[in-house]
């Protein structure tokens, strides 16, 4: 198969993605290439069109290896087996990230200009490159966009090698590839055109193609922006998302090791903001506090900074009238409980996704909000811990199983399933608040 253009390209990959027109869709072009591609892509299906910037954190003196990537609003993610392999330490990783950050930010502004990212969360994300040749930099924008509250992540590239879409499969919900070449050798054998795209050129096809989609101007939402959250001495940073007519809001308490840029949480959070809910996802640690196992399982500590994100909410125009619930996972599920139990809580319902509720059991029997502990059918120890907590909760509760799921909720479907679960239960009890209220 052979291309004229890019153009062309654009196109021809838009005509395979026609069930996509009418949704909430962003296509981001991978710069520079693949812009011009993805500028078909998004004209066609009459969608919102951005770039995805994203740079490789390559092992030193073995570049093509990737330790990981970064991408804007410092949004990070690691290959721990590779980096386990090579052997680089923490310091020189920092040092990676710190000199890949600057060029992120630097190309960013670059082709933007004065425009703002577009949100990805909750949406349809159209990753598009003129072409796959390691696959590399696009397995990076997938594992980007899903960390930045992408809902589903679809790769659309009009070339790459034979058996390199398949395998991109693990880290984009579907892949559409116009011709997977069993004689790959460079993306430009397959265009007759492949001159390189001038900076310029990106940002002229980004201030013509964006925003693009009537439907996303249709319900905005009142408020989609990176926050400081005041608690105590420190701030920590978070996402606050308010879609048009919230019926509540969610605060967000991750587990040991994360952070507000969970992909898991934030894939739950774009589920609630589809269903009318408001989310706050913010990091309990700083990044100081982070790599140190007594602030890690400070359950106390968590939970007060918990609490005083309930306090700042109130100070926000677009959230201070809302009820509150509270989503933990893991460690954070303890905070969560353990904040929900103190006298004269705001906390109208709690959600545990894979929590340890044990971490709070002196606290549990002065919860007074409604109580979910949603637990995968395979999460044996976890399973026991709730079970055993659940004895010692004197609110309204329920423990419901996700057959098949493990700690992590990573099997396909378990995880959209514990969002459904969350959803309806914040739903009714956060409603009920709310009648109360007024």
């Known amino acids: 198969m052979l291309f004229a253009d890019r153009s062309e390209a654009g196109r021809r990959l838009a005509d395979k993605l026609t069930d996509l027109r009418g949704q909430d869709v962003v296509v981001v072009g991978l710069p520079r290439g693949g812009v011009p591609v993805a500028a078909e892509v998004a004209k066609s299906l009459g969608a919102d069109l951005d770039v995805i910037v994203v740079r490789k954190l390559g092992v030193p003196h073995q570049p093509e290896l990737a330790l990981g990537a970064v991408g804007e609003n410092g949004v990070m993610?690691?290959?721990?087996?590779?980096?386990?392999?090579?052997?680089?330490?923490?310091?020189?990783?920092?040092?990676?990230?710190?000199?890949?950050?600057?060029?992120?930010?630097?190309?960013?502004?670059?082709?933007?200009?004065?425009?703002?990212r577009l949100p990805l969360g909750g949406r349809t994300v159209v990753i598009v490159d003129d072409g796959i040749a390691t696959g590399?930099?696009?397995?990076?924008?997938?594992?980007?966009?899903?960390?930045?509250?992408?809902?589903?992540?679809?790769?659309?590239?009009?070339?790459a090698p034979e058996g390199t879409p398949a395998s991109m499969r693990e880290d984009a919900d579907e892949v559409v590839c116009l011709h997977a070449s069993p004689d790959f050798f460079a993306v430009g054998q397959f265009y007759r055109d492949f001159h390189q795209v001038p900076d310029e050129a990106v940002s002229a096809l980004l201030r013509a193609g964006s925003p693009a989609a009537p439907h996303a101007a249709a319900a905005p939402a009142a408020v989609n922006a990176d926050?400081?959250?005041?608690?105590?001495?420190?701030?920590?940073?978070?996402?606050?998302?308010?879609?048009?007519?919230?019926?509540?809001?969610?605060?967000?308490?991750?587990?040991?090791?994360?952070?507000?840029?969970?992909?898991?949480?934030?894939h739950v959070a774009a589920v609630l903001n589809r269903a009318g809910l408001a989310t706050l996802l913010f990091d309990l640690l700083t990044a100081e506090e982070e790599g140190q196992r007594e602030y890690v399982f400070d359950v106390a500590l968590l939970?007060?900074?918990?609490?005083?994100?309930?306090?700042?909410?109130?100070?926000?125009?677009?959230?201070?009238?809302?009820?509150?619930?509270?989503?933990?996972?893991?460690?954070?599920?303890?905070?969560?409980l353990w904040a929900a139990a103190d006298p004269g809580s705001p906390v109208a319902a709690v959600v545990s996704r894979g929590g340890r509720p044990d971490l709070a059991a002196d606290r549990l029997p002065a919860v007074r909000a409604p109580t979910l502990?949603?637990?995968?059918?395979?999460?044996?120890?976890?399973?026991?811990?709730?079970?055993?907590?659940?004895?010692?909760?004197?609110?309204?509760?329920?423990?419901?199983?996700?057959p098949g799921a493990t700690h992590l909720f990573e099997e396909p479907g378990?995880?959209?399933?514990?969002?459904?679960?969350?959803v309806d239960w914040f739903a009714d009890h956060l409603a009920g608040a709310a009648r109360q209220a007024g």
């Open 414 to 422: 378990t995880l959209d399933e514990a969002a459904r679960l969350a």
């Open 136 to 159: 590399a930099t696009a397995r990076a924008a997938c594992q980007i966009a899903r960390a930045q509250g992408a809902g589903r992540v679809v790769l659309a590239v009009p070339v």
């Open 227 to 266: 926050v400081l959250v005041h608690t105590g001495l420190v701030q920590l940073g978070g996402r606050l998302t308010v879609p048009a007519g919230p019926r509540g809001i969610v605060v967000f308490a991750h587990g040991s090791g994360s952070s507000r840029h969970s992909p898991r949480n934030r």
């Open 303 to 336: 939970a007060r900074r918990l609490t005083d994100a309930t306090t700042w909410l109130h100070g926000q125009p677009a959230a201070r009238e809302l009820p509150i619930g509270l989503f933990g996972a893991s460690t954070g599920a303890a905070a969560a």
């Open 373 to 402: 502990l949603i637990v995968g059918g395979r999460d044996d120890l976890v399973l026991r811990l709730n079970r055993q907590a659940q004895a010692l909760l004197r609110c309204p509760n329920r423990l419901a199983l996700v």
């Open 77 to 116: 993610v690691f290959n721990r087996n590779v980096i386990e392999r090579s052997g680089v330490g923490e310091q020189q990783i920092a040092e990676i990230a710190t000199r890949e950050r600057a060029e992120v930010q630097r190309r960013a502004r670059l082709f933007r200009g004065r425009q703002a």
